[in-house]
């Protein structure tokens, strides 16, 4: 992780906003934010440091949701992920990736910040049910955040696979962006790692794809391919050595 760190921080300006580990909850937090801009005009800059890893990572699971549907429609995956990708490059990098000067420092209407912020306090509030702070050493320290943070960036590429109109070809990426995110934000050790299943799940799901597909297209579709294959599996296997002369085998046969 420190190696990947390393050359991350050499390949992206990184804007010098440290992230705070969510030891609270992602309500307190943003109802603290909430008080913090009251009365003066905040610029992103400020408004990002405040709000930190846990309002990025609710953000990252937002853009996560509607491939929660069988389907997405083509380059989806990419306008979204590009987000979802530079929020998961800042959680393991523990900093925001760089940004444009001028957008940082422009100034936001307070009483908007208040009112968007206000929003997410309920928002949240409604979920913190459903997950708390649990198994506590799986966000303990900012190397563990970072370690969560690429299973974020492989979930992510994983989503951005060119897999278009495949069913469900992203929904189970998704799930497992929606788990990391909500389990690191919420500090909920077992969420994170249901996350971390349906992670592998999808390297798996999306692997095979990635070799199945290209494999159905070279063959000249999917009923050339049936074809193909109904008529190797009907073939007669008895006059072929299968085990390249070796006598031992032939006998044992």
Known sequence: TAFLRHMLNRLLPMTAVQFRN??????????????????HRVTLRELLGLVGEQGLLVFCAVLAMPFLLPVTLPFMST???????????????????????RLLDHALPSETVQHVLERAVHSADRFEHLVRPRLLALTATPIVNSV???????????????????????TLPGIG???????????????ILLGYGVT??????????????????ASGGPGAYYAAFSAQAGEDWSGVDLWGGDERFVQNG
């Open 22 to 39: 969510p030891e609270i909850r992602l309500s307190e937090a943003l109802e603290a934010t909430r008080i913090a801009v009251t009365g």
């Open 79 to 101: 306008a979204l992920g590009l987000p979802m990708l530079l929020i998961g490059i800042a959680v393991v990098l523990n900093r925001l990736p760089w940004l444009p000067d």
């Open 148 to 170: 969560n943070g690429v299973i974020v960036v492989l979930a992510v590429l994983l989503l951005m696979a060119p897999l278009p109109l495949v069913p469900f070809a992203n």
């Open 177 to 191: 962006i929606i788990l990391l995110c909500l389990g690191m934000a919420e500090r909920d050790g077992i969420v």
């Open 200 to 217: 592998l799940l999808s390297a798996l799901f999306v692997g095979t794809l990635l070799w199945f597909v290209p494999l159905v297209i």
